[in-house]
T-cell receptor, first 113, second 115 residues
Framework: NAGVTQTPKFRVLKTGQSMTLLCAQD?????MYWYRQDPGMGLRLIHY???????AKGEVPDGYNVSRLKKQNFLLGLESAAPSQTSVYFC????????????FGQGTRLTVV | AQKITQTQPGMFVQEKEAVTLDCTYDTSDPSYGLFWYKQPSSGEMIFLIY??????QNATEGRYSLNFQKARKSANLVISASQLGDSAMYFC????????????FGAGTRLFVKA
């Protein structure tokens, strides 16, 4: 049972570089999310998707873009990385909204120097 | 706007004792759901328990129970018979609406279980 898989697990970027974080889920979930976790701030929603081909902004979307071309994949892109984007990034998915819990990936620790 | 507050940055509990982790929330939507997640030092997020705003009874899952006080807008997590493996970060979260999908999280409480 793979569940939610994030790639890569760790990455160091130089300021201004770009990268894409990949999230894959094998549970046929409709909803997928990207969060960032910073010390003392819990998890904050960056972008989310309620189905293939749809995306929407969360609480902290600036500096990030996303795409959901296939139902099982949700990509998070950083076009020009900044030190403020140093964080741990979590992808999550849920079957639907409401009472269903979200399943999380293992996280990606990103450092921008 | 929805908001989750966890006022205890850190908590200590003796092994085998019960502990309560506080969570208060704010929302204007009469329909919402409350979640608790555990994050051990390994980093993954583990779902623990869910309480819906219309649920009449407090949710329970094994050693976890949710003390839901709607009028006070609190959803405290109670862990009974604490174990060393319960040492972790605990997050309270809320999702608004019957079909809502945007979940917001509190800042978390770090629990330390002492042998």
């Amino acid at each position: 049972n793979a569940g939610v898989t994030q790639t890569p697990k760790f990455r160091v970027l130089k300021t201004g570089q770009s990268m894409t974080l990949l999230c894959a889920q094998d549970m046929n979930h409709e909803y997928m999310y990207w969060y960032r976790q910073d010390p003392g701030m819990g998890l904050r929603l960056i972008h989310y998707s309620v189905g293939e081909g749809t995306t929407a902004k969360g609480e902290v979307p600036d500096g990030y873009n996303v795409s959901r071309l296939k139902k099982q994949n949700f990509l998070l892109g950083l076009e020009s990385a900044a030190p403020s984007q140093t964080s741990v990034y979590f992808c999550a998915s849920s079957f639907r909204g409401g009472s269903t819990e979200a399943f999380f990936g293992q996280g990606t620790r990103l450092t921008v120097v | 706007a929805q908001k989750i507050t966890q006022t205890q940055p850190g908590m200590f509990v003796q092994e085998k004792e019960a502990v309560t982790l506080d969570c208060t929330y704010d929302t204007s939507d009469p329909s919402y759901g409350l979640f608790w997640y555990k994050q051990p030092s390994s980093g993954e997020m583990i779902f623990l328990i869910y309480q819906g705003s219309y649920d009449q009874q407090n949710a329970t899952e094994g050693r976890y129970s949710l003390n839901f006080q709607k009028a006070r807008k609190s959803a405290n997590l109670v862990i009974s018979a604490s174990q060393l493996g319960d040492s972790a970060m605990y997050f309270c979260a809320m999702r608004e609406g019957m079909g809502g999908f945007k979940t917001i999280f509190g800042a978390g409480t770090r629990l330390f279980v002492k042998a």
